[in-house]
């Protein structure tokens, strides 16, 4: 079996008023255990336009293990309908990080809930999804 495809889906839009909507939200959270989007903080390390260097590290790492065939990375307006309607029939919330397998659906790897205890770190999130992706090995 191949290596998934890791998603990683923002809880933000990619348009313009999407990014300005998402700093207000972001500027304005008090509360610092449910951030507005912790895979934001991961990858971007908050507001920033740009990944941090420490997340292109993990995920260049996630890429070179072999743990994962590649890495995806979206925001919500920039879903497919495939996504879109998994997203929904599962309930879940956004952010969440999603695998995918050649010729298989998606799985739900970490919620909303689990991306907030990282607190933006992408190295624990990394060693995170390792340890998840190879105990899902076993789980078919």
């Given at each position: ?10 809880n ?11 700093g ?18 991961i ?10 260097s420490?997340?292109?590290?993990a ?23 495939e ?7 599962q ?9 995918q397998d050649?010729?298989?659906g998606?799985?739900?790897?970490m ?10 770190n992408?190295?624990t999130?990394?060693q ?9 090995k076993?789980?078919?």
């Open positions: 079996m191949s290596a998934p495809t890791l998603y990683i889906l923002y933000a839009d990619a348009s313009i008023m999407g990014k300005l909507s998402y207000y939200k972001k500027l304005t959270n008090k509360d610092q255990d449910k951030p507005t989007c912790a895979a934001c903080d990858t971007h390390g908050g507001l920033s336009l740009d990944e941090t420490q997340w292109k590290s995920k260049a790492e996630l890429v070179e293990s072999g743990a994962v065939r590649q890495v995806k990375q979206f925001h919500r307006d920039e879903l497919d309908a996504t879109k309607a998994f997203i929904q029939s309930g879940l919330k956004f952010p969440v990080v999603l695998a050649d010729g298989s998606f799985k739900c790897v919620s909303s809930e689990e991306l907030a205890a990282f607190k933006g992408p190295q999130f990394m995170s999804i390792r340890q998840k992706l190879e105990e899902s076993g789980v078919s």
